[in-house]
């Protein structure tokens, strides 16, 4: 609210249109910036923590597969990228919900000008910038290690890259919701991450149906245009239609259920209880 100075009477804070909502992006991208560099130790633990992994599987595979696993060793850089930029958008969302309440700010959130609900779907979109800027540190790091080279093609990896971590986004949407109302959710929370493993290597091709699956035909397109150096356009037209409609739809019933969720936690009065 602001206070006119002719007045007196107070005026409502305007949030339509794009400068309202290019402020929201900014606000909280700044925040999301200063809570990396003031706790720097977590940042870039959870950064090397994914590289060990990753080094774990490279240099272990090489040990027991030998050539065989060196044949497949570039698929495995894209499968593992792709992780990388799920496991930070996907989380982020429920981890924002956890920390608010924390803080006991969860509440402050609630009355905002814009509603929750744009302030939610406002950090989802600053979760994707930030998830492409962590895949890029990951997948610079795992090509410098294994000395390989992809087709990084950037008018083909980030539309596809952002459609594919979109419907993980519908997924972390709805535990978003979920840890409004029951709080700790972490180990089911955790669980999750090892089905996106799953998803990410589906046989898209053997199995034609998994394509309706959340990551799993942009995990293909993204290899191919990565390993391949297949072009956006190049791609069948109804490849494309599906991973557009599968973001849309799981990013819906994701929007819907954290709805949903966050009216049952106002309802039952467990908002700002932690």
Not at 101 to 123: D, I, N, Y
Not at 252 to 272: H, I, N, Q, T
């Amino acid at each position: 609210m602001s206070e006119s100075p002719s007045s007196g009477a107070t005026k409502p804070a305007v949030t339509t249109g794009v400068r309202p909502w290019l402020r929201l992006l900014v606000a909280i991208a700044r925040k999301q910036f200063t809570l990396i560099i003031r706790y720097p130790i977590n940042t870039v633990s959870q950064v090397f923590g994914l590289y060990v992994f990753f080094a774990l599987i490279f240099f272990g595979g090489r040990a027991v597969g030998g050539a065989a696993f060196g044949e497949s060793l570039n698929a495995i850089i894209v499968g593992f990228f792709l992780f990388t930029m799920t496991i930070v958008a996907y989380s982020g969302l429920a981890w924002d919900v956890t920390r608010e309440a924390q803080w006991g700010t969860l509440e402050q959130l609630f009355m905002s000008p814009f509603g929750f609900g744009r302030v939610m779907a406002a950090k989802a979109a600053v979760n994707v910038c930030f998830s492409l800027l962590w895949g890029a540190v990951i997948l610079a790091s795992m090509l410098v290690t294994t000395g390989r080279s992809l087709s990084v093609d950037l008018l083909t990896v980030v539309p596809v890259g952002v459609l594919t971590i979109a419907s993980a986004l519908g997924v972390g949407f709805v535990f978003a919701g979920l840890a409004l109302v029951y709080k700790r959710i972490e180990n089911l929370f955790q669980l999750i991450q090892f089905a996106f493993v799953a998803l990410i290597a589906a046989p898209v091709e053997a199995v034609p149906a998994v394509r309706f699956l959340p990551l799993a035909l942009g995990s293909a397109l993204l290899r191919e245009a990565m390993t391949q150096g297949t072009a956006l356009w190049q791609f069948p037209a109804t490849d494309l239609a599906v991973l557009g409609a599968t973001a849309v739809g799981y990013l819906a019933v994701g929007a819907y259920v954290f709805g949903v969720a966050s009216r049952r936690a106002r309802r039952l009065g467990v908002l700002g209880q932690y």
